[in-house]
């Protein structure tokens, strides 16, 4: 059953959970957001499964949530947590700036997205923003969120020709770990090219790379 985390009060500190594989950044975020009166980190994570755990533990007013995840991944994570709790207030932070990452993120139910190398005071301000129940999305972010919009979704299908294309697989090789013809193969792959506006395969991996539709 779907359990509704309460409204935050007024004047009360921030309650913080961190999501981070990396050890220095954790203890980083935590030194920035403790050194805040109104702020105070309730618990860190280092993988997905660690925090849906540690959510449902301390139910935090605002959650810091890296994309990239051992076990299961950010997006993955946000979406347990908020099918569970569908007030949970998470803010993406992560490295990654692509289209299609900003898009998971967000679909999955993020209210906010901030890149790492932002300066301290626009991710208090994040903070800030999401746990009084606002959306927090750079206008860089933005931009990029909209231009995912415009572009064509690829089907599962096609994401999963296009994975195996990254891998270096010839049509012949995806057809027979996929148990469809060549000929269908060739039929994704093109539309892939046409929905990605490239006209060769390396320049499908480059641009599915740099959007984050991919990774390596």
Known sequence: M??????????????????????FMRE?????????LDMSVVARACNGHEAVELFRQ??????????RLPEMNGVEAIATICAEFAEARIIV???????????????????????????????????????????????VVGAKLAERMRCPELSDRELEVLRLMA???????????????????????????????????TQAMIVALKRGIITL
């Open 167 to 201: 891998t270096g697989k010839s049509n012949l090789e995806i057809g027979t770990i996929l148990s469809i013809a060549e000929g269908t193969v060739k039929f994704h792959v093109k539309n892939i090219l046409s929905k990605l506006e490239v006209g060769d395969r």
């Open 93 to 139: 932070l992560t490295t990654y700036d692509g289209d299609e990452d900003i898009y998971r993120g967000l679909r999955a139910g993020a209210k906010g997205y901030v890149l790492k190398d932002a300066e301290p005071e626009e991710l208090l301000a994040a903070i800030r923003a999401v746990y009084k129940g606002q959306q927090y999305i750079p206008p």
């Open 2 to 23: 779907t359990q509704r985390a309460a409204n935050p009060p007024e004047s009360t500190i921030i309650r913080v959970l961190i999501v981070d594989d990396h050890p």
């Open 28 to 36: 980083g975020l935590a030194a920035v957001i403790d050194f805040k």
């Open 58 to 67: 301390h139910q935090p007013d605002v959650t810091l949530m890296d994309l």
